[in-house]
């Protein structure tokens, strides 16, 4: 069984920074795509961000562009995200997700193309 851990949240200041971290466990598995989404109170599960493994193409959800930055290190096999500049709004469960089809997600993102899943890690900005 595949398992994606994640870690790197906390409660910071609104204009602050923070970087997620998120590694595969168990058994072994190819994730051509690993993403970040994150679940607001009173909102669906929403896209952040998204890398592709091989290529380290990128992908943002509006609300985050110029502020967020996924990466990958090929070496750890570890994904981040590292989030300036952030806001109250941003508040939420972020969870880390991976696809083991080779084919990209679509442009919307939904939480249903992602098969793998983190436990989710808390993130508090404070106005």
């Known amino acids: 069984q595949v398992q994606l851990v994640e870690s790197g949240g906390g409660l910071v200041q609104a204009g602050g920074s923070l970087t997620l971290s998120c590694a595969p466990s168990?058994?072994?598995?190819?994730?051509?795509?690993m993403g970040w989404l994150r679940h607001a109170p009173g909102k669906g599960r929403q896209f952040v961000a998204r890398?592709?493994?091989?290529?380290?193409?990128?992908y943002y959800a509006d609300s985050v562009k110029g502020r967020f930055t996924i990466s990958r290190d090929n070496a750890k096999n570890t994904v981040y995200l590292r989030m300036n500049s952030l806001r109250p709004e941003d508040t939420a469960v972020y969870y880390c997700?991976?696809?083991?089809?080779?084919?990209?997600?679509?442009?919307?993102?939904?939480?249903?193309?992602?098969?793998?899943w983190g436990q989710g890690t808390q993130v508090t900005v404070s106005s």
């Open positions: 997700a991976g696809r083991s089809i080779v084919t990209p997600p679509t442009s919307s993102n939904t939480p249903a193309e992602y098969a793998y």
């Open positions: 168990g058994r072994s598995l190819t994730m051509y795509t």
């Open positions: 890398i592709r493994w091989n290529s380290g193409t990128t």
